[in-house]
T-cell receptor
Framework: SQTIHQWPATLVQPVGSPLSLECTVE??????LYWYRQAAGRGLQLLFY??????ISSEVPQNLSASRPQDRQFILSSKKLLLSDSGFYLC???????????FGQGTRLTVV | GNSVTQMEGPVTLSEEAFLTINCTYT??????LFWYVQYPGEGLQLLLK?????DKGSNKGFEATYRKETTSFHLEKGSVQVSDSAVYFC???????????FGKGTTLSVSS
């Protein structure tokens, strides 16, 4: 069966520090991968999605970047965090096409 | 572009009350539509889906009908339970099935 792992579960980082959140999927190949941010009062915002290795689509211009170095690995990064980057980050995967998505447990990021 | 608009919450109901959460969408082509649910402290789970006009998705007593003429996918349940308290997200997948766009979420609180 397919599983998705996202870590860490919680993270407190100072303003200006770098960020790296990792997400891996097991039990499937060539999944579509997604990073979402859930901020209070703003719902679930799609940040990046990827349909293959090295293919990244950005939905919202911002202080973050994403990479997909391997088929089942998706990384969310920042060189310098801002206070506004605080939020709940969710990784998700879906089979190619169809739109059905399975979510990780999320990372609560607090920038102080 | 693609977007999803759902009613603002929170929605507060007594147990056994009737629930409606409105959702409308804007999309090119023929998207698939979804309702996801997020219980406190967890990631999102698929609740139900519909992939073409007039389809009705249903699960756990919830149902929603894909209405192309009104571009809507309202979520309903005839009798809510305390355990239904959660955040509900309406979502659409673009026709290619690559991007999954969510609404802002509606918080449902059910009291006994």
């Amino acid at each position: 069966s397919q599983t998705i792992h996202q870590w860490p579960a919680t993270l407190v980082q100072p303003v200006g520090s770098p960020l790296s959140l990792e997400c891996t999927v097991e039990g499937t190949s060539n999944p579509n991968l997604y990073w979402y941010r859930q901020a209070a009062g703003r719902g679930l915002q799609l940040l990046f999605y990827s349909v293959g290795i090295g293919q990244i689509s950005s939905e919202v211009p911002q202080n973050l970047s994403a990479s997909r170095p391997q088929d089942r690995q998706f990384i969310l990064s920042s060189k310098k965090l801002l206070l506004s980057d605080s939020g709940f980050y969710l990784c998700a995967w879906s089979p190619g096409g169809g739109g059905l998505a399975f979510f990780g447990q999320g990372t609560r990021l607090t920038v102080v | 572009g693609n977007s999803v608009t759902q009613m603002e919450g929170p929605v507060t109901l007594s147990e056994e009350a009737f629930l409606t959460i409105n959702c409308t969408y804007t999309a090119t082509g023929y998207p698939s539509l979804f309702w996801y649910v997020q219980y406190p402290g967890e990631g999102l789970q698929l609740l139900l889906k519909a992939t073409k006009a007039d389809d009705k998705g249903s699960n756990k007593g919830f149902e929603a009908t894909y209405r192309k003429e009104t571009t809507s996918f309202h979520l309903e349940k005839g009798s809510v339970q305390v355990s239904d308290s959660a955040v509900y997200f309406c979502a659409l997948s673009n026709q290619a099935g690559t991007a999954l766009i969510f609404g802002k979420g509606t918080t449902l609180s059910v009291s006994s």
